[in-house]
């Protein structure tokens, strides 16, 4: 396959993982939206493995964004392009932690995307006199935001107002909190993963999720946006 060139701003797309072969086996694809420390990556290393793995058969493709010096947003905006010119109309995932958690949330609204997932998404506005965050761009897309329940670094309580506002206008909107795990969602990692791959899979490809995920979607607030994420949820779904 041909390289395409970075965006004006330096963002490019990292190295293709999962579906293999020509530009027509490609059915959906995954942009990764790290955090802002490269020293704490939080679960996009291994989810990026975990969905290659998964999602191989279906004709998944995994792309990390690298930034550059433009925003986060614009450069999720230019991958969600690139997306586009290299493998035609094909459904978008944008899965980030962090910081890349906030721009995956604020660059949902082009056309290409047809699902997010932020993870531990670190938002910016702290009281009723600053701006919340936008989420008209969310509408008609399928919403997953995890979070931490002793996250010191970005306030879980933030990613729950945020998903209440979104939830009025988009249906498809849910939250699982992690309780006791922090901003890294180290302690649960296996199933934060297990989750992950379960809901891009059910939004990218069937439309079927995993009883846990279903019954978020479906519940009404604030039930469905604060769902805990159980021990062994990935091993039970084997199971």
Same mark, same amino acid.
């Given at each position: 396959?041909?390289?395409?060139?970075?965006?004006?701003?330096?963002?490019?797309?990292g190295?293709?993982?999962?579906?293999?072969?020509?530009?027509?086996?490609?059915?959906? #694809?995954?942009?990764?939206?790290?955090?802002?420390? =490269?020293?704490s990556?939080?679960?996009? =290393?291994?989810?990026?493995?975990?969905?290659a793995?998964?999602?191989?058969?279906?004709?998944?493709?995994?792309?990390?964004?690298?930034?550059?010096?433009g925003?986060?947003?614009?450069d999720a905006?230019?991958?969600?392009?690139?997306?586009? *010119?290299?493998? /035609?109309?094909?459904? #978008?995932?944008?899965?980030?932690?962090?910081a890349?958690?906030?721009?995956?949330?604020?660059a949902?609204g082009?056309?290409?995307? !047809?699902?997010?997932?932020?993870?531990?998404?670190?938002?910016?506005?702290?009281?009723?006199?600053?701006?919340?965050?936008? #989420?008209?761009?969310?509408a008609? *897309?399928?919403?997953?935001? #995890?979070?931490g329940? !002793?996250?010191?670094?970005?306030?879980?309580?933030?990613?729950f107002? %945020?998903?209440? *506002?979104?939830?009025?206008? !988009? =249906?498809?909107?849910?939250r699982?909190?992690?309780?006791?795990?922090?901003? /890294?969602? =180290?302690?649960?990692?296996?199933e934060?993963?297990?989750?992950?791959?379960?809901?891009? %899979?059910?939004?990218?490809?069937? /439309?079927?999720?995993?009883r846990?995920?279903?019954d978020? %979607?479906?519940?009404?607030?604030? %039930?469905?946006? *604060?769902?805990?994420?159980?021990?062994?949820?990935?091993?039970?779904?084997?199971g």
């Amino acid at each position: 396959m041909a390289q395409h060139a970075p965006s004006a701003r330096g963002a490019r797309l990292g190295r293709a993982a999962g579906a293999t072969g020509s530009v027509s086996t490609v059915s959906g #694809v995954v942009l990764l939206l790290p955090g802002a420390s =490269r020293l704490s990556p939080g679960p996009v =290393r291994p989810l990026a493995r975990a969905l290659a793995r998964a999602g191989v058969a279906d004709g998944l493709v995994t792309h990390q964004v690298v930034h550059g010096e433009g925003s986060r947003e614009a450069d999720a905006e230019w991958a969600a392009d690139e997306v586009v *010119r290299r493998y /035609g109309d094909v459904p #978008v995932c944008l899965a980030g932690y962090d910081a890349g958690g906030r721009a995956a949330l604020a660059a949902a609204g082009h056309d290409a995307v !047809n699902s997010v997932l932020a993870l531990a998404p670190s938002l910016t506005y702290q009281s009723a006199t600053d701006s919340p965050e936008p #989420v008209k761009q969310l509408a008609g *897309r399928q919403v997953l935001i #995890v979070h931490g329940t !002793n996250d010191a670094h970005s306030d879980p309580e933030l990613s729950f107002r %945020l998903a209440t *506002r979104a939830k009025k206008a !988009n =249906r498809t909107t849910c939250r699982f909190e992690v309780h006791s795990d922090g901003h /890294g969602l =180290r302690e649960h990692q296996a199933e934060v993963v297990a989750l992950s791959v379960d809901f891009v %899979l059910g939004s990218v490809f069937s /439309g079927r999720y995993s009883r846990p995920v279903t019954d978020a %979607l479906a519940a009404p607030p604030p %039930l469905g946006l *604060r769902m805990p994420l159980a021990s062994g949820y990935g091993r039970s779904l084997r199971g």
